[in-house]
Structure formats: structure tokens, C-alpha cells
């Protein structure tokens, strides 16, 4: 499994733009699909977006379609969430996710994740 440390998230207005990042380290990273989930108070965990360990493939949440963009550095072990136009609905910790399984092409299913981050907080005001 992999460790992930998730950063970036923060307090903004609606509109507004901002860039979480997952620090992964322990496994090979540039082998795993990786992913972020998003939980509201009071809700379940949902997904967000996910990429496949070469980066080729891409997967969103119809809900952030068009606003968010994930993104992979697999020199810097590193994976990006782009967030743009920013809603209150956005409002949820982001947690950052590891494959269970190596060079599988993408998922959106979250049994498929076996490693995750703590998560951080992003809170957007109207």
C-alpha cells in the first residue's frame, strides 16, 4: 500500500479557484491508479476523480465535470486536483486514494481503493 498525505485546501469564496495535492510515498507509485473522494458532513463519501497510473485515462463525478481537472506527476510521486468554479455544494473533506490493484487502467469504485489520506478540508462560502 501506499502512503498518502493530502494538501491545499482551505477556506474560499464561490467562483473561486483551488489546487489540492497527495504527496504518495512507500510503493511504486507510477504503477497505481490514483483517485480523490470527497465527504460531506452528514453524507457519504463520494467519488470525485481518478487517473490511471499513466496518466491516459480520466474519470469524473458528472457533478465536477468541467470544473475539476486531475492531474499526475509520477517523478514527484505526486497527484493534483485542480478545482475551479467553485460551489458550496463543493464543501468536503478531500481525501486522496491509492489502488488496491497495479497497472489497472481506472476505476471509479471506491472498494477498489485500499490506500487513503486523512483528508483536507476545503470549505466554499456563497
Known amino acids: 500500500q501506499v502512503q498518502l498525505v493530502e494538501s491545499g485546501g482551505g477556506l474560499v469564496q464561490a467562483g473561486d479557484s483551488l489546487r489540492l495535492s497527495c504527496a504518495a510515498s512507500?510503493?511504486?507509485?507510477?504503477?497505481?491508479?490514483m483517485g480523490w473522494f470527497r465527504q460531506a458532513p452528514g453524507k457519504e463519501r463520494e467519488f470525485v476523480a481518478a487517473?490511471?497510473?499513466?496518466?491516459?485515462?480520466?474519470y469524473y463525478a458528472d457533478s465536477v465535470k468541467g470544473r475539476f481537472t486531475i492531474s499526475r506527476d509520477n517523478a514527484k510521486n505526486m497527484v493534483y486536483l485542480q478545482m475551479n468554479s467553485l460551489k458550496p455544494e463543493d464543501t468536503a473533506v478531500y481525501s486522496c486514494a491509492g489502488d488496491k490493484l497495479q497497472l489497472r487502467f481506472g476505476t471509479r469504485n471506491e472498494a477498489d481503493f485500499a490506500s487513503w489520506g486523512q483528508g483536507t478540508q476545503v470549505t466554499v462560502s456563497s
Open positions: 512507500g510503493v511504486t507509485f507510477s504503477r497505481y491508479t
Open positions: 487517473i490511471s497510473w499513466n496518466g491516459h485515462g480520466t
